[in-house]
């Protein structure tokens, strides 16, 4: 990987990596160091997440000169925090994290540090930057550690992953000391060790500072910065149940089987309704979905019948599960419905965490098989899951980005049934013994 950075067999990259892995240190200190030495004409530009991490590039650089001791033969003058030029005419900037300091330069190598901590805004203005000349190509690489969810890291991966954009990642084990005067059996990171290899490790990073890591920080937060697994924050309303090798499938929309609609309303905010389909006999399948952004005045009831009308399973609806807090809405889709046989089943919205619990089970039972499903082409259900949270402070669940996840519980708590073959339910009283 450092290798391929630094004798630019590739010159596009992203590097996911680990907390305390030196990425600052190697890429935007090492390699822009030497290449600014031995490249004339060379431009290079920095942004940092934030004001303090394009200080550490800064320090970084500084640290190669100090070991070295050839600032004097290769700078014209004393490198500055923001900038720094070499006789040769190589220049290196680092930039302040806003929107008109990125939107100027065109330096042949744009280098973006902890991508997840860099504005949205700012960091799409920066990607124009990189621009070959005087015989160099342009170079683009991106490497920080990955803790958001939906965040600019999983969309810079996810992008790369469509171009072919090589994307490395590394966890705290690539960077970590040797084990060699420890025993297996009694080691504290036994239960995240990848194997008796790490008797062989030549890293720098203290065991005894990981074992501290374990002790102190959430699996969650092990799991991100550290172990470099991507998964919850910690505070997702379904955190331990959703698991997308088993929720998500590719199952299409069958035409020529019944389909149930679960249903929330909108306005200010999203229209949203869930596409239902039987997956045996006590499973449910929402194979695709209607997402209506509230958008100027588009968001609105008729708008969101049309394009349900419009699908090709209109005339296959059965059943609708929906939002009762709108009479007004549900009767406009009553009269469409008029004369057909449609049951419309009002949803339980008076104890949203008795729906939770619905789901959770149905995602992830305790025994039995799971009776929720979710097709892959389902994005707006996809992206709620992982954004719909719970108020750490408060442990109230967040009203916001909850939109499919509403007519998920609406569906799932009246059409679910348990599996002693019951209907879930919640008790009204305490009847646990004395």
Not at 173 to 188: A, G, I, M, N, R
Not at 336 to 356: Q, S
Request: proline content about 4%; aromatic content about 10%.
């Amino acid at each position: 990987m450092l290798s391929d950075v630094l004798l630019d067999r590739v010159l596009y990259y992203i590097i996911w990596a680990c907390r305390a892995g030196s990425k600052t240190f190697l890429y935007g200190g090492l390699d822009t160091w030497y290449k600014s030495c031995v490249n004339p004409r060379l431009e290079t530009k920095i942004l940092g997440g934030s004001e303090g991490q394009s200080l550490l590039s800064y320090e970084a650089i500084n640290t190669f000169w100090k070991l070295t001791e050839l600032e004097k033969e290769f700078l014209v003058r004393p490198m500055l925090k923001q900038s720094g030029e070499w006789k040769n005419g190589s220049k290196i900037s680092i930039l302040a994290a806003s929107s008109k300091s990125v939107r100027g330069p065109h330096p042949q190598v744009l280098k973006l540090d902890e991508v997840d901590e860099i504005d949205e805004q700012v960091y799409n203005d920066a990607l124009s930057q990189p621009q070959g000349k005087y015989g160099y190509p342009s170079s683009l690489g991106q490497f920080s550690t990955n803790h958001n969810i939906d965040g600019q890291m999983d969309r810079a991966i996810e992008k790369a992953e469509l171009s072919g954009t090589p994307v490395y990642r590394y966890c705290i084990f690539e960077v970590l000391e040797s084990c060699k005067d420890y025993t297996c059996s009694t080691c504290k990171m036994s239960s995240v060790c990848p194997g008796t290899q790490m008797k062989e490790a030549d890293g720098y990073y203290k065991i005894s500072d990981f074992v501290q890591k374990m002790q102190t920080l959430s699996q969650g937060a092990i799991d991100r910065d550290w172990l470099c697994i991507k998964t919850g924050l910690g505070d997702a309303v379904y955190e331990e149940e959703y698991d997308e090798n088993v929720t998500l499938v590719n199952v299409p929309l069958n035409l020529d089987a019944p389909v149930g609609l679960s249903l929330d309303w909108g306005g200010t905010d999203p229209f949203s309704a869930g596409v239902w389909q039987a997956k045996g006999s006590n499973a449910w399948v929402r194979v695709t979905e209607v997402f209506l952004p509230s958008v100027g005045m588009s968001a609105t009831n008729p708008n969101f019948m049309r394009m349900c009308k419009e699908k090709p399973w209109w005339k296959l609806v059965n059943v609708i599960v929906y939002d009762n807090s709108r009479p007004d809405l549900i009767n406009e889709w009553k009269k469409e419905f008029a004369g057909k046989t449609v049951k419309f089943i009002p949803a339980d919205r008076t104890d949203i965490d008795a729906g939770v619990e619905c789901v959770k089970n149905a995602m992830r039972p305790v025994s039995g098989a799971p009776a929720l499903f979710v097709n892959r082409s389902c994005v707006n259900w996809r992206r709620e899951i992982v954004k719909y949270k719970i108020n750490q402070k408060t442990g109230q669940i967040i009203d916001k980005d909850n939109h499919t996840q509403d007519e998920t519980r609406y569906w799932i708590q009246k059409m679910v049934r348990a599996n002693d073959g019951g209907y879930f339910s919640i008790l009204s009283k305490d009847v646990s013994p004395e």
